[in-house]
């Protein structure tokens, strides 16, 4: 007579790999999506999720792509009144003047800023925007009534307590008057995770 195998039979491993791998699926799923979140975003806001992205380019050059991470109730067409992040990254290297000039005309665009808000406004994005290479990230999160606070690469930089700022600044991608309507439709598409 044999002894009885220590080792399950075919048929058990067979019926046990569906569950296997439904186990192994819903593990993995814990441990990726979560880390898609960049950590500054998950700490900002509850339940924040990507509503949408884009690319921005410039003649023949990819600057940066960019994505919208805001809360489940984020409305669009009130923006202003909603904690939300937008997260660049960069695919080449600019100097961080070169982003704090272009950020300024840009908000200039938006409305009337007065020159003691230009020049306030100009050195906070300086100290805001270091220089970046290719895969940088530069994220800004909004934080209604608050302050705008902004990270290079998962690190605080600064923090803008001024409630005249957010408007303009985030404006240049949200704002209707964007000079990047493309750019601006397809972050607020809603392309949820």
């Known amino acids: 007579m044999q002894a009885p195998s220590a080792q399950p039979s075919r048929r058990h491993m067979v019926l046990g790999l569906p569950v296997l791998m439904a186990a192994l699926t819903s593990a993995a799923k814990e441990q990726t999506l979560p880390s898609l979140i960049p950590k500054e975003i998950a700490n900002a806001f509850d339940s924040p999720r990507r509503y949408g992205a884009s690319r921005l380019r410039f003649l023949a050059w ?3 792509d960019i994505a919208l991470w805001t809360g489940p109730d984020f409305e669009p067409t009130n ?3 909603f904690p939300f992040a937008l997260e660049l990254t960069y695919l080449r290297s600019i100097k961080g003047i070169d982003i704090a000039n272009q950020s300024i005309k840009e908000m200039q665009r938006l ?3 007065s020159k003691s808000q230009e020049s ?3 050195l906070s ?3 805001a925007f270091p220089n970046v290479q290719s895969g940088d990230r530069l994220c800004g ?3 209604p009534n608050q302050r705008a606070r902004f990270f290079h ?3 605080l ?3 803008i307590e001024d409630a005249a700022f957010a408007p303009y600044f985030f404006g240049i991608w949200l704002s209707d008057k964007t000079s990047e309507p493309r750019l601006r439709s397809e972050l607020l598409k809603n392309a949820a995770l």
């Open 120 to 122: 306030q406004w100009l």
């Open 125 to 127: 994005m300086q100290a």
């Open 141 to 143: 999160i909004h934080q």
């Open 111 to 113: 409305g009337p800023i």
């Open 79 to 81: 923006f202003i009144k």
């Open 62 to 64: 990819d600057v940066y």
């Open 153 to 155: 690469n998962g690190a």
């Open 157 to 159: 930089r600064t923090e």
